[in-house]
């Protein structure tokens, strides 16, 4: 099965849950969920499942639990159908 990571720029506590484009390599993401007890994290794993249309099981955090830079595993797509789809 393919996978695929991604670096993503999060910024927590926004106004709304967001995917604003690719920059300098990352994915740029704003989510209204605090940096408190993961909610953040959880917020960002949830909003690329619904973006990249895939089973939220099949998005999952690889590094940067305490970092706004992240990198982040899609199962079930290529990079290259993940930087479509994210567009």
């Known amino acids: 099965m393919a996978e ?3 670096s993503v720029w999060l910024t927590p506590g926004a106004h709304e849950d967001k995917v604003l484009g690719w920059q300098d ?3 740029r ?3 209204a969920a605090p ?3 993961g909610k953040a994290n959880d917020a960002l794993l949830q909003l690329l499942a619904r973006e ?3 089973a ?3 998005v999952r955090l690889v590094s ?3 970092s ?3 990198l982040v595993a899609v199962g079930g797509v290529t990079r290259a159908e993940a930087q479509e789809r994210l567009s």
Request: charged share 15%; hydrophobic share 35%; proline share 4%.
């Open 25 to 27: 390599g990352s994915l």
């Open 4 to 6: 695929a990571q991604i």
């Open 35 to 37: 940096p408190v007890d």
């Open 68 to 70: 706004r830079r992240k």
């Open 64 to 66: 940067g639990h305490t």
């Open 52 to 54: 990249l249309n895939v």
């Open 56 to 58: 939220q099981g099949n």
């Open 29 to 31: 993401v704003h989510v």
